[in-house]
């Protein structure tokens, strides 16, 4: 859980060749350039310095937040399902999201993999709503395929990893939605989002960035296409 990750990642072929992953500059120039200078961006806090120092935007958490009560909340938000985790992006001014996914890659420095960290501490500071227990099996198995607990399948961190990943085939072998870092086909594969829209994902789905809807955009009355 206590990492700085580097920006650029390097990843090898069967036949020695060395391929670079720019997905994290990809993302944050992407940030940089796609959102408002006042917008406020959650994520785990690794990133925060990045995002701050690359992208040139506010983050809730970064490796100097020494306010432990704020990381809970964003672990909260990221343990919760999409509905109690809105309410927390809500009241923190949230306007986006970003999560690092290793699933398409194999790269295992991912949120999934950090993810009981994340539910650890969030479950210090908030023990009625969120028990790392509900996140395992009965047998006590962390899984994200069939088998996983559905605490686990329906949670901010799950959905903003795989939305949309359930309908990508890597290669003819491999079946849909199958996760190279954890070697498990998903559990939960067609869902939407309510509160969030996709914003933009990297080359390599390395690193996904989610737009938070505000509360008047669903009070608004629906416009027909051909009336817009």
């Known amino acids: 859980a206590y990492s700085s990750p580097s920006i650029v990642l390097a990843s090898y072929g069967n036949d020695g060749s060395r391929q670079i992953l720019d997905d994290f500059r990809e993302a944050y120039y992407w940030l940089w350039q796609n959102s408002a200078d006042d917008a406020r961006v959650m994520s785990w806090w690794d990133y925060g310095y990045q995002i701050a120092g690359m992208a040139n935007r506010t983050t809730l958490v970064d490796n100097n937040t020494w306010n432990n009560s704020h990381i809970a909340l964003v672990g909260k938000a990221m343990s919760s399902n999409e509905t109690a985790a809105y309410e927390i992006m809500t009241a923190l001014d949230v306007d986006y999201v970003l999560v690092i996914f290793g699933g398409v890659i194999g790269y295992s420095g991912d949120d999934i993999n950090k993810f009981l960290w994340m539910v650890r501490i969030a479950e210090g500071e908030h023990p009625q709503d969120i028990r790392e227990s509900d996140y395992f099996t009965e047998r006590g198995e962390f899984r994200v395929d069939s088998e996983g607990s559905p605490t686990l399948l329906n949670c901010l961190m ?16 491999s079946p849909a939605g199958y996760d190279r870092t954890r070697n498990a086909v998903i559990g939960h594969k067609d869902f939407e989002l309510t509160y969030l829209e996709e914003a933009f994902t990297s080359e390599h789905w390395l690193v996904r960035i989610y737009r938070v809807k505000k509360p008047d955009e669903f009070n608004r009355p629906r416009i027909e296409p051909q009336d817009r």
Not at 163 to 170: D, N, Q, T
């Open 158 to 173: 799950y959905k903003l990893s795989y939305y949309r990943f359930g309908e990508l085939k890597m290669d003819y072998r």
